[in-house]
């Protein structure tokens, strides 16, 4: 649980850090998006190993039905994501589609996963992207939406999500996860 905790908190501090310690970022001059990039490799390692090894008490499990609700979740939950980066209709009435695809993602895992391990992981970074959310309204409190892009990217948004999830699914079967039951 310790390599899980660790990494939680090195991957909120990796992105809150900018926020938070804004003279110690841009005195870095450039050099902090790799050092950031590393951060947060390090983070996804020791969050994935810790889980995998973490063991804790067990409060439920998965059912057709959580694991049904769990699957349309993700996919909103990776179109948000592909909306925030193609900046679609979505993206430009929604401030943090990332973050609240991150809330999504955290949501749908814990409905099939009852366990202190997940609570520990997802619960993590609920309130992390929770936290990001705060931080980033505090910091930069008028939001000027981006500019309207041509109907194609709404289209390759969700094709975007379909070819992601299929991805994220084939990764879930590979470490031993059933996506589908």
């Keep these: 649980m310790t390599l899980l905790i660790l990494g939680l908190i090195l991957w909120a501090f990796a992105h809150l850090a900018k926020r938070l310690v804004p003279g110690f970022h841009r005195s870095l001059k450039g050099a902090e998006r790799p050092m950031v990039t590393g951060l947060l490799v390090v983070a996804l390692v020791l969050m994935v190993v810790g889980y995998r090894a973490a063991d804790g ?50 949501l749908a895992h814990l409905l099939v996963n ?39 990217f709404e289209g390759m948004a969700l094709a975007g999500t379909l070819v992601v999830y299929g991805a994220i699914v084939g990764v879930h079967y590979l470490l031993g996860y059933p996506t589908f039951g």
Excluded: C, Q
């Design 57 to 106: 008490a067990v409060f439920w499990g998965r059912n057709a039905a959580l694991v049904g609700i769990n699957n349309l979740l993700m996919l909103v939950s990776v179109y948000l994501f592909a909306a925030s980066g193609m900046k679609t209709a979505l993206a430009r009435k929604m401030r943090h589609p990332m973050l609240t695809g991150v809330l999504v993602w955290s």
């Design 114 to 152: 009852g366990d202190t391990p997940s609570f520990v992981l997802f619960g993590g970074m609920a309130l992390w992207a929770l936290a990001e959310i705060v931080v980033i309204n505090r910091a930069v409190p008028h939001w000027t939406p981006p500019a309207a892009k041509p109907a194609k």
